[in-house]
């Protein structure tokens, strides 16, 4: 089904993500009849390029968004608290990339590759919830596993790019680097500890629970996601010195028996995801070949010899890709061409 050309917003567009999703928009031909750029005022003035064209950034209003048909929000969960109501007032479909919106009942959170029919039930306020990024490639992988045999349990240990926190924690790696190199003490300002050479079990705040905020997000989005309360998950979150490319341990327990083969050949198969499992030729997943792309790549598939159904994989994807931009620029694109 081909798009209309419809008018798009992308908010917060100058920030990181902000400038993946345009450029993932560019790579996708997306169908633009006019193309909005919005930021917090400090940004007012810049300019962005698009398919060769300079755009001025506008500063983001309450007002923003009458005659555009879908907004891209990437810009905070505190402003998008503020503004997607208003852009969803003024008939504006808002894909939002914060945590704000992810676990309203009333709006769903949606990875295409896994559940786009709940696409639908934007209707009820307006507004689609992009996933955290921890979680999208997860359950890109994990759905084949899901629809063949059930899962029973999700036991998953994250290795995050610094990327996940931003800028300032890009330059902040790249800083204490150079640093250490040098022999002199590196500056912690955006971590709690030093994250070059080093690794942090902490993303996120921490909850009374024990666990961050982080880790809960992806217990509760993988089972809104999958429309299943009963699937136990349990996460540990880790932010390590890389810069793009999150990379994930999953441990899970099917309810049916499936073989590593079994499962080798669901996630050759799969819909957004790259098989890469060559143990032989010392071939798997890795941040640095996940860069820049938008699958899900999989890989060291073998069974779980501690229990009965059980199955272990290694994940990796682009968490600025895939795990935010090209997911919402997926849905933009599902609206278009069935929605709007």
């Known amino acids: 089904m081909s798009a209309k050309k419809v008018n798009v917003a992308i908010a917060g567009a100058t920030g990181a993500v902000g400038n993946q999703m345009l450029e993932c928009l560019e790579e996708n031909d997306f169908p633009i009849n006019n193309l909005k750029l919005l930021a917090s005022e400090k940004s007012r003035g810049k300019r962005l390029e698009y398919k060769g064209e300079t755009l001025k950034v506008e500063v983001l209003e ?116 150079r640093s250490l190199m040098n022999f002199r003490e590196p500056e912690n300002l955006v971590y709690p500890h030093r994250i070059a050479f080093n690794c942090l079990p902490h993303i996120d705040d921490f909850l009374d629970n024990g666990y961050t905020k982080e880790e809960m997000k992806m217990l509760n989005e993988t ?82 010899e501690s229990i009965e159904n059980g199955i272990n994989m290694w994940v990796v994807a682009d968490n600025i890709r895939k795990g935010a931009a090209t997911n919402a620029v997926q849905i933009a694109r599902i609206l278009a061409e069935e929605y709007i």
């Open 62 to 177: 309450e007002d923003s968004f009458k005659g555009v048909d879908i907004a891209i929000f990437s810009a905070g969960g505190g402003t998008s608290k503020k503004f997607a109501p208003c852009a969803a007032a003024d008939g504006c479909i808002v894909v939002d990339n914060s945590s704000a919106w992810r676990m309203d009942p009333d709006v769903p959170l949606v990875v295409p590759e896994v559940n786009p029919h709940a696409i639908a039930d934007y209707t009820k306020k307006n507004i689609i919830a992009n996933p955290n990024c921890s979680t999208i490639q997860m359950v890109v992988a994990l759905f084949p596993i899901y629809k063949k045999s059930g899962i029973k349990r999700i036991v998953v240990s994250t290795y995050q790019a610094v990327s996940g926190t931003g800028k300032k924690a890009i330059d902040e790696l790249v800083e204490q680097t």
């Open 223 to 304: 089972r809104k996601i999958f429309e299943d309360d009963s699937i136990g998950v349990t996460a540990t979150t880790v932010r390590v010195p890389v810069i793009y490319g999150h990379s994930e341990s999953v441990n899970i327990e099917t309810k049916e028996f499936l073989s590593a083969e079994d499962v080798k050949k669901l996630m050759a198969e799969a819909p957004g995801v790259e098989l890469v499992d060559d143990i032989a030729n010392n071939v798997y997943p890795l941040a640095i070949d996940a860069a820049g792309g938008d699958l899900t790549q999989v890989g060291r598939i073998r069974q779980d």
